[in-house]
């Protein structure tokens, strides 16, 4: 978990830049893509992994792909043109809390009892303390909900993948190499009929959808597979939660910005919750309604 939020705790200032630098949210939403998958392939042929061959795995693939990667990828990238990529973390930090209601909806997720429950809350509120959305203007703007819209995306996404893709034999490196070639695809008509990338980009254009493909999008996403697999869709949706932790003590330790006793009182808040989400305790009673978590190698490579 700490892995994937540092990797992924960045990707809203990617996101930013490669906007700022010229790029649209359909060529970032691509670039990103494609550079993961070309990434993931790479591990893939050297863990000595094959891709899924069968068209019923390609096909489940495929809707994984529109959910988690096609369309949230390009729902950020327009979300951001209008709301900075403070409030965007804020709204992303919702993707637990979908995570939970389609979860439950559907069937997929394991139980969860009033501790995990409350801690779920309680990251959100950590989320909501250290970003102060009310003091933002545009919070309930068009952009703020295309980004809400994208973070129910990836709820729905993750549940996906947690029932019809983890624990069938194939590994979490092929999967989401496989996945994430699958929204490359899903993402290129889209960027033909936009028209070719502007040949006058500058090394910050070039460097921030690098940095967004490779790190933000390619080693996350796996991470993102193996959480899945071994806790299920709403504990790897609770990382969102982890994200303004990263951001704030990556401004401390890098710019020396020193956060207020509002922002230090909201990361210990999103702690606390995030510690609460993986409280053991809860384990006891899926034992004692007949649900057994997964065993914890399950799905691993």
């Not at 545009?138 to 893709?165: I, Q």
Request: proline share 5%.
């Amino acid at each position: 978990m700490a892995g994937l939020a540092l990797l992924w705790g960045s990707a809203f200032l990617w996101i930013e830049l490669a906007l700022n630098s010229g790029l649209t949210p359909f060529q970032i939403a691509f670039a990103r893509a494609a550079l993961g998958s070309a990434v993931l392939l790479v591990l893939t042929r050297g863990a000595h992994q094959r891709l899924p061959r069968d068209r019923g795995t390609w096909g489940r693939l495929v809707v994984a792909a529109f959910f988690c990667n096609a369309l949230p990828f390009l729902l950020f990238a327009i979300g951001q043109r209008t709301v900075d990529s403070g409030l965007a973390g804020v709204l992303h930090a919702t993707t637990p809390l979908w995570s939970v209601l389609i979860s439950t909806v559907v069937g997929t997720e394991r139980a969860i009892g009033p501790v995990r429950l409350g801690g779920l809350v309680l990251g959100f509120a950590g989320t909501l303390l250290i970003f102060a959305p009310w003091q933002a203007t545009g919070l309930l703007s068009g952009g703020a909900l295309v980004l809400l819209g994208a973070s129910a995306s990836y709820a729905v996404g993750f549940a996906y993948m947690g029932s019809r893709l983890t624990g069938r034999g194939t590994g979490p490196l092929a999967l989401s190499a496989a996945q994430l070639l699958a929204a490359t695809a899903l993402s290129s008509p889209a960027v033909l009929i936009e028209g070719p990338v502007p040949t006058d980009l500058d090394l910050r254009a070039v460097a921030s959808v690098a940095v967004l493909g490779i790190f933000s999008t390619g080693f996350t996403f796996y991470l993102s597979y193996r959480l899945i697999a071994d806790e299920g869709a709403t504990s790897a949706a609770t990382v969102g939660y982890l994200l303004p932790v990263v951001s704030v003590a990556l401004g401390a330790v890098v710019l020396d910005e020193e956060p207020g006793l509002r922002v230090v009182a909201g990361a210990a808040v999103v702690l606390a919750g995030v510690a609460a989400t993986r409280w053991r305790g809860w384990r006891g009673d899926e034992d004692a309604a007949g649900q057994r978590p997964a065993p914890a190698g399950a799905g691993r490579d």
